[in-house]
């Protein structure tokens, strides 16, 4: 099936970026950012390229050619592909930056029993601003990316809307942008879905980049073993946090763990204790060392409280629109009755419990397919 590709002007943002003709690609080395540069070339776009240098996968004892944001090849595969475009192209060096923000607030949470994610963080304070900060620069007033969300308006308030293919959006992890990030990007991926994308990367004969493969969950941990990255990172973990308790619910000692950092909420698997019956972590108390095994059942919660609130389509939670939640980026939203206490932080209630509401993950609210907020589950 041959592609017609539409001109993105959808929104009231992207009528006024029609008038725009120069804009900076976010180029990764995959296919989204390309075929995201493809486009807007072929639409008659200014275009200039952008790759940020997050990380040195040698420096981090991985082999040369671990793929990744930012990664060597990354950054060669982007360079190649703005080549045949016939786009200039930069690298922009962030890994001060990344480790400062991204890295550290990784540990942190992990030391803290709290599970994080490592995108909510790197999105706002290293990939979009250090884009935006480079795109102003090379005097471009928007930046493009291969985000599969849309960015609508509302009373001069931008907030995220589900992309067309509902199994690639990427609105959960992008809760936490910023009114005026969100003001000069643009995602022209968003009425896309992934098939056609690939489809329409065969069409224009690149067939290699049709079949890459997509990049691993953590683009820093490319072996995707967090605990051997803790362990690297801090050596004296093991004399920090060592060995504690497996308890029941009542308490009851169960026998031991490696150290509460290498267990996270709803684990089952590599627990290395046998019981008679599955058993799940079902939480971690940093201050004694002690990480509790329960049932299924014992995972479900009725209700959670959510803090670092980022309002997008409204400025508080309506009282009057039927709220949705996703509390992981893998799961359905379901419906919940949302409690402000303060601008920062609310209680969220279910009318059915959900299970496993993990500490350091994000709760991000919908009405229908429009963003209203996001925040970290405490």
């Known amino acids: 099936m041959h592609i017609t590709v539409m001109r993105i002007s959808i929104t009231k943002q992207n009528n006024l970026l029609a008038m725009t003709?120069?804009?900076?690609?976010?180029?990764?080395?995959?296919?989204?950012?390309?075929?995201?540069?493809?486009?807007?070339?072929?639409?008659?776009?200014?275009?200039?390229?952008?790759?940020?240098?997050?990380?040195?996968?040698?420096?981090?004892?991985y082999a040369e050619t671990s793929a990744g944001c930012g990664s060597s090849q990354a950054i060669a595969?982007?360079?190649?592909?703005?080549?045949?475009?016939?786009?200039?192209?930069?690298?922009?060096?962030?890994?001060e930056l990344f480790q400062e923000h991204v890295v550290a607030d990784f540990i942190l949470n992990?030391?803290?029993?709290?599970?994080?994610?490592?995108?909510?963080?790197?999105?706002?304070?290293?990939?979009?601003?250090?884009?935006?900060?480079?795109?102003?620069?090379?005097?471009?007033?928007?930046?493009?990316?291969?985000?599969?969300?849309q960015i609508s308006e509302l009373n001069n308030r931008y907030y995220f809307t589900k992309a067309a293919d509902e199994s690639k959006d990427q609105s959960y992890v992008l809760w936490n942008l910023s009114q005026e990030q969100m003001r000069h990007t643009m995602f022209p991926l968003g009425?896309?879905?992934?098939?056609?994308?690939?489809?329409?990367?065969?069409?224009?004969?690149?067939?290699?980049?049709?079949q890459k493969r997509e990049s691993q969950e953590i683009c820093f941990i490319p072996d995707d073993d967090y605990r051997s990255f803790?362990?690297?990172?801090?050596?004296?973990?093991?004399?920090?946090?060592?060995?504690?308790?497996?308890?029941?619910?009542?308490?009851?000692?169960?026998?031991?763990?490696?150290?509460f950092p290498f267990y996270t909420i709803g684990q089952r698997k590599g627990l290395r204790i046998?019981?008679?019956?599955?058993?799940?972590?079902?939480?971690?108390?940093?201050?004694?060392?002690?990480?509790?095994?329960?049932?299924k059942d014992d995972l479900l919660a009725d209700s959670i409280h959510v803090t670092n609130l980022n309002f997008q389509k409204y400025t508080e939670f309506p009282t009057d629109k039927e709220l949705m939640v996703k509390i992981r980026y893998n799961s359905p939203a379901v419906p919940c009755?949302?409690?402000?206490?303060?601008a920062d932080g609310c209680v969220v209630n279910f009318p059915e419990k959900v299970s496993a509401p993990t500490p350091g993950?994000?709760?991000?609210?919908?009405?229908?397919?429009?963003?209203?907020a996001g925040g970290v589950i405490i």
């Open 21 to 61: 003709k120069k804009i900076a690609v976010a180029m990764s080395g995959g296919i989204d950012s390309s075929i995201t540069a493809l486009l807007l070339k072929e639409q008659g776009y200014d275009l200039v390229g952008i790759t940020l240098r997050m990380w040195d996968a040698v420096a981090e004892g």
């Open 110 to 149: 992990y030391i803290t029993a709290r599970t994080p994610n490592p995108c909510v963080v790197c999105n706002p304070n290293v990939k979009f601003a250090a884009m935006l900060a480079k795109a102003h620069e090379l005097g471009c007033d928007y930046i493009a990316t291969g985000h599969y969300s």
């Open 337 to 342: 009755e949302v409690i402000q206490l303060t």
């Open 274 to 295: 046998a019981l008679g019956t599955p058993a799940y972590v079902t939480h971690i108390d940093s201050i004694t060392n002690t990480v509790t095994l329960g049932t």
């Open 77 to 95: 595969d982007a360079q190649e592909f703005a080549k045949k475009l016939d786009v200039p192209h930069y690298v922009v060096d962030v890994q």
């Open 230 to 259: 803790l362990r690297k990172k801090l050596p004296h973990l093991a004399d920090l946090q060592g060995k504690g308790n497996f308890v029941n619910t009542a308490g009851k000692i169960l026998g031991q763990h490696d150290g």
């Open 361 to 372: 993950q994000s709760a991000v609210f919908y009405e229908g397919n429009d963003v209203i």
């Open 191 to 210: 009425k896309f879905k992934k098939s056609e994308i690939k489809e329409l990367a065969e069409e224009r004969g690149f067939t290699q980049l049709a």
